[in-house]
């Protein structure tokens, strides 16, 4: 079955830039989506397909693939980006795959 | 506007079975894949399966083979879920997802939770 690698946390200065790693074999192949949940509240969904943001998701959000890693991008972190982040893809073995989670963490 | 709307808690003795609804509006319900994804507590996200509410074809995470059922009843625009032979491990919270087409795509809208407590 697909593993997605994730660091369980990230913390970050507000204003600075956080950077969410998800590792996967030969990620790049595949599309990647990544969610944000803040506690007590459903998932949202900020990024799909490597790099494209849903309405209504600010510019700050921005994902990258490449290699082994995708990474999800916040620039001009604020405290209201303080969340767990999930990575997912698709697997021709494993069907629907999350990664384990990145809670970050605004200093 | 899109809005997915679960069915209430539920609690359960092990063995038995639950069933959740999922109630889909402001959109064509036939459209997108309907997912089921659940969350314990503290824990991470957890893909349990999906289906394509114009076919019915479902795809089910193998963890849950031979226990997991996603059905739909088209003319009320739900899906359901029903998961049997529950155990402690199932107590976690239930999610409806929409998005994409025979499992690929992701998930842009979600329902709030529904809390499934197993205990005897």
């Known amino acids: 079955s697909y593993v997605l690698t994730q660091p369980p946390s990230v913390s970050v200065a507000p204003g600075q830039t956080a950077r969410i790693t998800c590792g996967g074999n030969?990620?790049?192949?595949?599309?990647v989506h990544w969610y944000q949940q803040r506690p007590g509240q459903a998932p949202v969904l900020v990024v799909y397909?490597?790099?494209v943001r849903p309405s209504g998701i600010p510019e700050r959000f921005s994902g990258s693939n490449s290699g082994n890693t995708a990474t999800l991008t916040i620039s001009r972190v604020e405290a209201g980006d303080e969340a767990d982040y999930y990575c997912?893809?698709?697997?021709?073995?494993?069907?629907?795959?999350f990664g384990g989670g990145t809670k970050l963490t605004v200093l | 506007q899109v809005q997915l709307v679960q069915s209430g808690a539920e609690v359960k003795k092990p063995g038995a079975s639950v069933k959740v609804s999922c109630k889909a509006s402001?959109?064509?319900?036939?459209?997108?894949?309907i997912s089921w994804v659940r969350q314990a507590s503290g824990q991470g996200l957890e893909w349990m399966g999906w289906?394509?509410?114009?076919?019915?074809?479902?795809g089910y995470s193998q963890k849950f083979q031979g226990r997991l059922t996603i059905t739909k009843s088209t003319p009320i625009s739900t899906a359901h879920m029903e998961l049997s032979s529950l155990s402690s491990e199932d107590t976690a919270v239930y999610y409806c997802?929409?998005?994409?087409?025979?499992?690929?795509?992701?998930?842009?809208?979600w329902g709030q939770g529904t809390l499934v407590t197993v205990s005897s």
């Open positions: 997802a929409r998005g994409g087409y025979n499992g690929y795509g992701a998930s842009d809208y």
């Open positions: 402001g959109y064509t319900f036939t459209s997108f894949d």
């Open positions: 289906m394509n509410p114009d076919t019915g074809k479902t």
């Open positions: 030969n990620i790049r192949t595949k599309s």
């Open positions: 397909d490597d790099n």
């Open positions: 997912q893809v698709w697997d021709d073995s494993s069907d629907k795959v």
